[in-house]
């Protein structure tokens, strides 16, 4: 065999084995469903009014002044915020937490109180870094810099209501 039909016979074999060579695709994102945080209502137990440093002011569970849920299908946030509906993105990656592209629509609840809680609540979405959970998962803390702004708590509606 000449020395052609040897290079041609090398790069037909090489050709037929690429070929039959199956690329391997990279592995589909595993959604982290250990995280209750997705696709749960979290109800606003706890929320930094900027009156004290660092200080957190309960919030009378009979109101609905504040809540959110995390829509996992599609990184999306709906809730309220005062009397105000809060829709956004999110993204989650490990405890980083990242709330973008909030948007308030609705009117304002013309109560100070409200209004200001609703304020607050929107501004801890807007500017949250990390998150951390309660060991039992019924607890959620919404941190900027590793400081508290808000404290929610899983909340199952009873049938029949939001």
């Not at 709330?99 to 013309?110: D, P, Q």
């Not at 607890?139 to 810099?145: G, V």
Request: charged fraction near 20%; hydrophobic fraction near 35%; glycine fraction near 8%.
């Amino acid at each position: 065999m000449n020395r052609k039909g040897w290079l041609y016979g090398c790069a037909m074999s090489l050709a037929a084995a690429l070929i039959g060579c199956k690329q391997e695709q990279a592995p589909e994102p595993v959604a982290d469903k250990a995280k209750p945080l997705r696709t749960t209502v979290w109800k606003l137990a706890q929320l930094d009014l900027g009156q004290t440093p660092y200080a957190l002011t309960d919030i009378p569970q009979e109101s609905h002044v504040g809540f959110v849920i995390f829509n996992a299908e599609n990184e999306t946030l709906t809730g309220f915020a005062g009397c105000q509906q809060v829709d956004g993105r999110y993204r989650v990656d490990g405890g980083n937490l990242k709330v973008e592209a909030i948007t308030l629509s609705g009117s304002r609840c013309y109560n100070p109180r409200f209004d200001q809680v609703g304020d607050r609540f929107s501004q801890a979405l807007r500017s949250v870094t990390t998150y951390r959970l309660a060991t039992d998962d019924a607890r959620l803390e919404l941190m900027t810099d590793s400081v508290v702004s808000a404290v929610l708590l899983y909340r199952q509606p009873e049938e029949g209501t939001w």
